[in-house]
Nanobody, 113 residues
């Protein structure tokens, strides 16, 4: 399994950004997909997850602002981020879980005040 992220960059506070992740392999549709982030000096944390049936889970800090979605036909998962805050600045990682974790290379998201 390979995960390739796209999106990321610099945005002003209050702005929006969309991250996408394309997965190779045949297990995508039965896997749990997630987005994690890691800010400097902090531990990696779960931002949002979406299960194979479409159930979603969000960190409290992003509820109401971020939306995770998946397209099983295209093997992609996306994270729409609205009302971004400087504290959302981090490296964002795409994650696939099916019996074990698979990770993307990460993409930097920087939110300026």
């Amino acid at each position: 399994v390979q995960l390739v992220e796209s999106g990321g960059g610099l945005v002003q506070a209050g702005g929006s950004m969309r991250l996408s992740c394309a997965a190779s392999g045949s297990i995508f549709s039965i896997s749990v997909m997630g987005w994690y982030r890691q800010a400097p000096g902090k531990q990696r944390e779960l931002v949002a997850a979406i299960y194979s049936g479409g159930t979603t889970n969000y960190a409290d800090s992003v509820k109401g602002r971020f939306t995770i979605s998946r397209d099983n036909a295209k093997n992609t998962v996306s994270l729409q981020m609205n009302s971004l805050k400087p504290e959302d600045t981090a490296v964002y990682y795409c994650n696939l879980w099916y019996t074990k974790d698979y990770w993307g290379q990460g993409t930097q998201v920087t939110v300026s005040p």
